[in-house]
Antibody
Framework: QVQLQESGPGLVKPPETLSLTCTVS????????WSWIRQSPGKGLEWIGY???????NYNPSLKSRVTMSVDTSKNQFSLNLNFVTAADTAVYYC???????????WGKGITVSVSS | QSALTQPASVSGSPGQSITISCTGS?????????VSWYQHHPGKAPKVMIY???DRPSGISDRFSGSKSGNTASLTISGLQAEDEAHYYC??????????FGGGTKLTVL
């Protein structure tokens, strides 16, 4: 049974970089696509982007200038970096298996990240 | 403001059927058959209930069904059960190779 676990700091200061890692257990990270999604307080879900096991990326245009994703197949992990964060980036961040045209069939439980000085 | 529009809340009694709508545009729902529906119980991982408009993943009850007409997709849950009470989100592939979500609908089982 595939499981995903998000990890990273729960508090980030503006305008620093938010860095999160998702660890995949129970299956190999290949040959799948992996996404990050977030949910700001009181709002709906927002897709941040995906990375493939080969490192192919596709980011939400609204966040593209600040997002970088990477994958480490040796550790079965993929990561998210979001630069120049503001309070508007406060959210629960989820990692999931899937992409823009591939349903997300496995999700992590999410990690709460607050942006505050 | 979310790209896809869902009602904020719906409710129904056990055994009844409910339908949640998800309205988009001809750049997302109207153009592609990549609509998914997710069930989310607070504090838990979201779960895909429907994908590609009307397909059910293995293990999902046939009480859950999906459809699409024009720019609007719908999720119908028949034979409501207490365990169905959750938030439901729709998503759609959109032009420009992106993914958009709805704002979510809270389902209350009375």
């Amino acid at each position: 049974q595939v499981q995903l676990q998000e990890s990273g700091p729960g508090l980030v200061k503006p305008p620093e970089t938010l860095s999160l890692t998702c660890t995949v257990s129970g299956d190999s990270i290949g040959p799948y696509y992996w996404s990050w999604i977030r949910q700001s307080p009181g709002k709906g879900l927002e897709w941040i982007g995906y990375i493939s096991y080969r490192g192919i990326t596709n980011y939400n245009p609204s966040l593209k200038s600040r997002v970088t994703m990477s994958v480490d197949t040796s550790k079965n992990q993929f990561s998210l970096n979001l630069n120049f964060v503001t309070a508007a980036d406060t959210a629960v961040y989820y990692c999931a298996r899937g992409a823009d045209d591939i349903p997300m069939d496995v999700w992590g439980k999410g990690i709460t990240v607050s942006v505050s000085s | 403001q979310s790209a896809l529009t869902q009602p904020a809340s719906v409710s129904g009694s056990p055994g009844q059927s409910i339908t949640i709508s998800c309205t988009g545009s001809n750049s997302d729902i109207g153009a592609y058959n990549y609509v998914s529906w997710y069930q989310h119980h607070p504090g838990k991982a979201p779960k895909v209930m429907i994908y590609d408009v009307s397909d059910r993943p293995s293990g999902i009850s046939d009480r859950f069904s999906g459809s699409k007409s024009g720019n609007t997709a719908s999720l119908t849950i028949s034979g409501l059960q207490a365990e169905d009470e959750a938030h439901y989100y729709c998503s759609s592939y959109a032009s420009g190779s992106t993914l958009v979500f709805g704002g979510g609908t809270k389902l209350t089982v009375l």
